[in-house]
């Protein structure tokens, strides 16, 4: 086995299998574009809900006085 033969399966593996889906993405743009860019949507649902706790957690954060240096 030549180290060349390495590299080709590499490109092979990633050609063939884990860029697949990507591959059925492109072509179920050409039919639906909102079905091709639902994951887009759901990592933008995440996201928000995700700053929206965050910005939440930080307002009860800084309603307590426990933080103060003062005290």
């Known amino acids: ?3 060349k033969d390495l590299f080709y399966g590499i490109q ?3 050609v063939n299998v ?3 889906p990507l591959d059925w993405i492109r072509e179920l743009q ?3 574009w909102v079905a091709a860019n ?3 949507i759901v990592f933008i649902i995440v996201v928000s809900v995700a700053f929206v706790y965050w910005c939440i957690q930080l307002n009860k954060f800084d309603s307590q006085e426990h933080h ?3 005290s």
């Open 38 to 40: 639902l994951i887009n």
């Open 1 to 3: 086995m030549e180290l």
């Open 30 to 32: 050409d039919s639906s």
């Open 12 to 14: 092979d593996f990633f």
């Open 18 to 20: 884990a860029f697949a």
């Open 68 to 70: 103060n240096l003062n």
